[in-house]
């Protein structure tokens, strides 16, 4: 009997071709976003399962107060003297290792390469057990060796054959290569797409770091970075709450209240979210959108086969009314269009698992990543969806039409066409709330990333070329020959040091205050380090006041403390109540002294307002405009920014390149134009606006196949009403309007609930940056106003040919 | 006011040609009725849809109250069959989803007539073929009989001077036919022109000339004296 129905299932899509395609490929549709949404969520969530004790290894981070204001809520990383303590408290804890980030110029023989080195306690080789194909985790322990992964020894030595090979860090260190390690897949937090600072393929002992860069950490709590993490590996019978508990005593008893202020709580958390960490840190719940627009999609296609399945049966009710005469039974016409609609649930699920066989490739190429269908694992998981997804579809119409009586149906086929036509409707409204609310989404992100980009302008983006990584002491003497020599580059304007280029998203801070000798902090400030030269080389307007000078010996902060002639932002005037620009030259403020760091911004220095710069968004994008402070200092300089002519662009390229070389022959130049800093920032909010265009854009098509589907069904189920109008006078364009002010009703409503949710969903995207658009009601307008439109010119495709036919050709319909 | 010459009418499929109308010659005056018959597939309905406006013929020449009717845009045939022509079918043609009323409201609803003036004339018509107490029902709810009055009612609520009617009784009881019939005579007497397919030949009675069809062409036409 049940392949029987799967006979006449087939038999009746293949009779009606034209809806059965829209079905299944609608349902297809659906069922790949769907999928592949599950798909993905699940590879990014489900990382680092080589790690055989994944789930016993634990990271701590911190949480943000609100007031610290620095564009992230949370960080994977914590201070690194938080580490040792924890060990120190905690003896249970089977191991604790912190990791940290740093760039070196690695040399071997004659070639030079900069390399993000992983320095690690010694016990990150207990936690994460690496596969060695050459030496062992034992040479963690000697602060002269490096661990290499195998891509990393090709890359050096063109072989893995290597222990005991020597390199050279930025010239001056020896090392030897003490292991190798098999590659570890791309589905480990270590080469996260998301975070690019923390790739495993070159590791050294943290004693390493101590004797290179005489780096202290154990008392080390003013630096957090992403990437820097601290891990722990806890005993098999406990858990994160164990560890948390732990990590809140250390919280309240060694931050100090400053600190407090700023950092709201230690988090522990498992390794397991590691990858997925940036999501949280920004305070974006993107999996979780991604698994929603993904249902979302989904069931845009199941009411697309609910409608026009439903709209559909009606043609059917005779052979309901035959197989009730012949005795069929309510319950096994129900099960008969339910078969159905599985049917179709199976073919659509079949093209679908073909379609992300075909796009996982290509998308594991264009991001890097390793995503791979477990078959036998989601074989239950595939079928379960086919089942709901067929049932849920499937179920109105079979009901709908099962319970037809057997008489009306043998009788009279067209009583029954308006029946359902409520239903119908709340559908068709409910997918078009869907669809313009996605619609309306991706307008406000696509507006407030326009929004961003204009007001990023203002600085040069793509008149700046910045240079990297003078932050290396070896280049240090070399900075103001370099400079000199750069200038003297036709086509170069200025040059200019800093700690910091616009859009970096960093934050160094310190606490200051307008009362001498105070020691609560009543605000932090954002410091930049420059050289004279950099206002004019970003355009930096003076409101008042005067720039840097070598002839004002105060001018630059030296490391003797005392007064210091410094330019602040209009925000770091008004907060420290200095007044306006012009009030605020001439007055003092002071650095808060803090007694657990010997940091040279806690030395005591007067600031002596000298000029006051307009309010700009340094960091960009997403952040606030906050207190800024330029001070003039020849420390922290890590970047040089060399204001062009664009004229003969390769040119000047071309000769700053041989001026770099011919200055700084040991190290190999690095630079980016601003416009790549911008767009680095940029590129996590641009890749979510996409994703969410590409599922608005499926979800909006989706529902206007079904409504295209359904509006030439209801045009054939119409044919004789349309012919008598026609008979009775009715012009072509009189019968159209007819047909599109049919679906125009649930249209407009839908908009009523789709573009307030819109509002409410956008404000909280908007919540998210400081600078906003101010057109969020026009955009919403206007995306519901292409809703409509779209729907319009849907259902006039039909409709104007419908209208058109001759009129006795509706007649003789039947 | 109706004249055909020569007119022809096919129909092609695939593979089939069917001559529908062959040459047909006829003129119709104002104030005739006039009632065709022949056997199932010579035509009749063929002609009817031409002369109605319905349908466009292949060749030959199709003058109405001096129009050539192949030159006209849809627009313009709309015009004029909604001013001039009323329609009754055998299978009645009434929307089902909408009231006796609103069916015939219909056929005015196209005329650009006030909502007043509309309800004034539905209420008139529906008095004058005693239908009026079903006013709010259903097509379904009626009987055949009462949902062809109501076809026939719409047809001549635009106070259209010529009535199409296929077979108007195609699908009534003799007493239902007749009363139809009856309504279709007094239609004529107060001066509307009336075109009627049949097959019966009693129906075909209260013609007063009948043309009848044999494979697409003219074979008899006769005038009768009226009775």
């Known amino acids: 009997m049940l392949l029987g129905y799967i006979k006449v299932a087939l038999r009746n899509l293949l009779k009606h071709r034209f809806y059965a395609a829209i079905n299944v490929v609608g349902l297809a549709i659906g069922l790949t976003v769907f999928l592949l949404s599950l798909l993905l969520a699940r590879y990014e969530t489900n990382h680092d399962y080589m790690f055989e004790n994944r789930d016993q290894i634990y990271f701590v981070g911190v949480e943000f107060t609100k007031s610290a204001d620095i564009g992230v809520q949370s960080i994977d990383a914590v201070q690194s003297a938080f580490g040792p303590l924890l060990r120190a408290q905690e003896p249970e804890l089977e191991a604790l290792a912190r990791s940290i980030n740093r760039e070196y110029l690695v040399t071997v023989e004659v070639d030079n390469y900069y390399q993000s080195i992983k320095f690690v306690d010694t016990d990150f080789t207990k936690i994460f057990h690496l596969d060695y194909i050459a030496g062992d985790a034992s040479v963690i322990h000697n602060p002269t060796s490096v661990i290499l992964s195998r891509s990393a020894a090709e890359k050096y030595f063109g072989h893995t054959d290597v222990l005991g090979a020597q390199l050279e860090l930025d010239h001056e260190h020896s090392m030897t290569v003490g292991a190798v390690f098999e590659d570890i897949g791309k589905d480990s937090h270590f080469n996260s797409a998301l975070i690019d600072d923390s790739q495993l393929e070159f590791i050294a002992p943290f004693s390493a770091l101590k004797q290179i860069a005489d780096y202290s950490m154990e008392g080390e709590w003013n630096n957090i970075s992403f990437g820097n993490r601290t891990y722990a590996l806890i005993p098999k019978q406990c858990d994160q709450q164990w560890l948390q508990q732990r990590v809140d005593s250390l919280y309240e008893e060694h931050l100090n209240p400053e600190r407090k202020d700023f950092i709201q709580k230690f988090r522990a958390r498992p390794l397991i979210e590691a990858n997925t960490i940036l999501f949280d840190a920004i305070g974006m719940p993107i999996i979780e959108s991604v698994r929603l627009l993904g249902l979302m999609v989904l069931l845009i296609a199941c009411v697309n086969y609910t409608n026009l399945a439903t709209a559909q049966s009606f043609s059917r009710t005779r052979e309901v009314g035959l197989r009730k005469s012949f005795g069929a039974s309510r319950n096994q016409l129900l099960v008969q269009f339910l078969v159905e609609s599985l049917t179709t649930a199976v073919l659509a699920l079949l093209i679908a698992v073909a379609a992300i066989e075909l796009i996982i490739p290509w998308y594991n190429q264009a991001l890097d990543k390793a995503v791979q269908i477990y078959y036998l694992e989601t074989l239950p998981l595939l079928m379960l969806v086919a089942l709901m997804v067929g049932l849920i579809a499937g179920a109105y119409p079979a009901y709908q039409i099962a319970g037809v009586k057997p008489v009306d149906s043998l009788k009279n086929n067209n009583a029954l066409v308006s029946g359902g036509g409520y239903f119908r409707s709340t559908m068709i409204g409910l997918q078009f709330a869907m669809s313009t609310f996605m619609l309306a989404i991706v307008m406000v992100m696509l507006f407030q990333g326009e929004k961003m980009q204009k007001s990023s302008y203002i600085y040069p983006r793509d008149e700046v070329l910045v240079l990297d990584r003078l932050d290396i002491e070896g280049t240090r003497a070399r900075h103001e020959s370099l400079k000199e020599q750069l200038l003297k580059v036709k086509g170069v304007k200025e040059v200019s040091y800093s700690s910091q280029v616009p859009f970096d998203q960093s934050n160094s801070t310190f606490p200051i205050t307008p009362l001498r000798g105070d020691k609560s902090a009543e605000m932090s400030i954002n410091q930049v380090r420059v050289d004279t030269d950099f206002l004019s080389a970003y355009n930096i307007p003076l409101l008042a006041g005067r720039g840097y000078s070598l002839n004002y010996a105060n001018d630059k902060r030296t490391d003797e403390p005392g007064q210091v002639n410094v330019i602040i932002n209009e925000t770091a005037a008004a907060r420290l109540g200095l007044g306006s620009a012009q009030q605020a030259i001439g007055k003092t403020f002071y650095n808060i002294q803090s007694s657990d760091s010997d940091q040279d911004e806690f030395k005591q220095y007067d600031y002596s307002v000298i000029g006051v710069v307009e309010d700009q968004n340094f960091l960009g994008l997403h952040n606030t405009i906050k207190p800024m402070i330029f001070l003039f200092s020849d420390d922290w300089r890590s970047h040089a920014s060399i204001r062009l002519d664009t004229a003969n662009l390769n040119e000047t390229l071309s000769s700053i390149e041989k001026t770099w070389n011919d200055v700084i022959p040991d190290y190999p130049l690095q630079r980016r134009f601003l416009d790549e800093v911008f767009e680095e920032t940029y590129q996590i909010i641009r890749a979510m606006s996409m994703t969410l265009s590409g599922f608005a854009a499926i979800a909006l098509s989706l529902a206007l196949i079904g409504l295209f589907g359904l509006a030439a069904f209801m045009a054939e189920r119409r044919t004789k009403e349309i012919g008598i109008r026609k008979v009775l006078g009715a012009k072509a364009s009189q019968v159209a309007y007819l047909l599109i002010w049919q679906f125009s009703i649930p249209v407009v409503w839908s908009l009523l609930v789709s573009i307030p949710a819109a509002y409410f969903a956008s404000s909280i995207y908007l919540g998210f940056f400081a600078d906003k658009i101010d057109t969020l009601i026009p955009v919403l307008l206007v995306a519901g106003v292409i809703g409509i439109a779209t729907a319009w010119m849907i259902v006039s495709l039909h409709a104007f040919k419908v209208a058109r036919l001759p009129p006795i050709r509706s007649l003789r319909y039947e | ?227």
Do not use: W
């Not at chain 2, 466009?56 to 004029?80: H, K, M």
């Not at chain 2, 003036?117 to 073929?129: P, S, T, Y």
């Open chain 2, 1 to 227: 006011m109706i004249k055909l010459q020569e007119l022809s009418k096919i129909y092609r499929t695939d593979d089939i040609e069917t001559v529908a109308l062959d040459a047909v010659n006829i003129e119709i005056e104002t104030g005739e009725f006039v009632a065709i018959m022949g056997p199932s597939g010579c035509g009749k309905s063929s002609l009817l849809n031409v002369i109605g406006m319905l349908d466009v013929a292949n060749s030959g020449q199709y003058i109405f109250n001096g129009n050539d009717i192949s030159t006209q845009s849809e627009n313009q045939l709309s015009e004029l069959r909604k001013r001039n022509i009323g329609f009754v079918f055998q299978s009645f043609n009434l929307i089902d989803e909408l009231s006796v009323r609103e069916n015939i409201e219909l056929a005015l609803l196209y005329h650009n007539i006030p909502a007043a003036e509309r309800k004034q004339r539905v209420a008139a018509v529906m008095d004058k073929i005693g239908i009026a107490h079903r006013a709010g029902h259903r097509p379904s709810q009626l009987s055949g009989g009462q949902q062809q009055r109501v076809a026939v009612a719409r047809a001549v609520v635009g106070e259209q001077s010529i009535i199409l009617a296929d077979e108007p009784t195609g699908n009534l009881d003799s007493r239902q036919g007749q009363e139809v019939m009856e309504m279709l005579r007094a239609l004529n007497d107060e001066g509307k022109t009336i075109i009627m397919v049949t097959h019966s030949a009693s129906h075909a009675d209260y013609a007063k000339r009948t043309i009848n069809l044999f494979d697409g062409r003219v074979v008899v036409e006769n005038l009768r004296a009226v009775s």
